[in-house]
């Protein structure tokens, strides 16, 4: 089991941005993957950015060029720097983990408001 906790999310105008924060209650070398994604009111959840134990991201495309996903392996982190960011980016946004067990582990979520 894996906890997660985010942090950073508020309210932002249009083109702002935000930094996301995740932290991870157990030691990240265990963790294979961590990513963030994000799920809007009435809309399906959505992959924003995940990145690999080695360091290979992988970015939706409508994310990218704008979002970085990056981790700190010293403290258990993950984080996602979001620029120029849009109204419809408006979402909740979780962390969510993979385990080298394959055991997935998500975060309460925190929102994101991009008011126009």
């Known amino acids: 089991q894996v906890e997660l906790v985010e942090s950073g999310g508020g309210l932002v105008q249009v083109g702002g941005s935000l930094r996301l924060s995740c932290a991870a209650s157990?030691?990240?070398?265990?963790?294979?993957?961590m990513g963030w994604y994000r799920q809007a009111p009435g809309k399906q959840r959505e992959l924003v950015a995940t990145?690999?134990?080695?360091?290979?991201?992988n970015d939706a495309d409508t994310v990218k060029d704008r979002f970085t996903i990056s981790r700190d392996n010293a403290k258990n982190s993950v984080y996602l720097q979001m620029n120029s960011l849009k109204p419809e980016e408006s979402a909740v946004y979780s962390c969510?983990?993979?385990?080298?067990?394959?055991?997935?582990?998500w975060g309460q979520g925190t929102q994101v408001t991009v008011s126009s």
């Open positions: 969510t983990v993979i385990l080298t067990t394959g055991f997935r582990s």
């Open positions: 157990r030691n990240i070398f265990s963790i294979n993957v």
């Open positions: 990145i690999t134990s080695g360091g290979s991201t």
